[in-house]
């Protein structure tokens, strides 16, 4: 079956530093992959939308320069959260596909102290 | 029109029982509809999907069960075991739109 990897799994870090998390699809090409953020007892959020080679389309409300996407290739994405706060305290979650269906990383949970 | 409304919030079942999940749209355009399965600190995962060509689907214990005219889908776990316990999204989608998810069922099972 498709497998999609997500790391780090689980990052704490100080407030005000970068944290770049990676999700790459392991055995398929993925010419879409999303983020998506989840909060304790929630359903998934999505945040952005990115094509390989193309910039990333972000959902309204979201900041495009507070989470820098990154599609370079058709098996790798990046989520960088950039000057990170205790507020963007989350559990992220990416996810790829060629056609439907989306596979899912297992997510990464980010602690900013 | 791209809501998924998805009850109950949350779902007990004895052992041994039936799990029933249901799930309303509004937007025709949607023509497939997954169901996932999220166990706490994981991603979500693939469960069973339909297309609106069919009306049900059934995988092992799994069976999605597609209402087009009343645009509403379910999914029924038989024979419900404690390790079906989790919380378990639907979503909708059309071409290779976005997925649009429900609001999740925190399903329970007790012995």
């Known amino acids: 079956g498709a497998v999609v990897s997500q790391h780090p799994s689980w990052v704490i870090c100080k407030s005000g530093t970068s944290v770049k998390i990676e999700c790459r699809s392991l055995d398929f090409q993925a010419t879409t992959m999303f983020w998506y953020r989840q909060f304790p007892k929630q359903s998934l959020m999505l945040m952005a939308t990115s094509n390989e080679g193309s910039k990333a389309t972000y959902e309204q409300g979201v900041e495009k320069d507070k989470f820098l996407i990154n599609h370079a290739s058709l098996t790798l994405s990046t989520l960088t959260v950039t000057s990170a706060h205790p507020e963007d305290s989350s559990f992220y979650i990416c996810?790829?596909?060629?056609?439907?269906?989306?596979?899912f990383g297992d997510g990464t949970r980010l602690s900013i102290l | 029109q791209q809501q998924v409304k998805q009850s109950p919030q949350s779902l007990i079942v004895q052992k041994g029982g039936i799990s029933i999940i249901n799930c309303a749209y509004e937007n025709t355009a949607f023509d497939y509809f997954p169901w996932y399965q999220q166990f706490p600190g994981k991603g979500p995962a693939l469960l069973i999907a339909?297309?609106?060509?069919?009306s049900e689907k059934k995988e092992g214990r799994f069976t999605i069960s597609f209402n087009k005219s009343a645009k509403q889908f379910s999914l029924h776990i038989m024979d419900s075991q404690p390790g079906d316990s989790a919380t378990y999204f639907c979503?909708?989608?059309?071409?290779?739109?976005?997925?649009?998810f429900g609001t999740g069922t925190r399903l329970t099972i007790i012995p």
């Open positions: 979503a909708a989608g059309f071409g290779n739109e976005k997925l649009t």
């Open positions: 339909i297309r609106p060509d069919v």
């Open positions: 996810s790829a596909r060629d056609n439907q269906p989306q596979h």
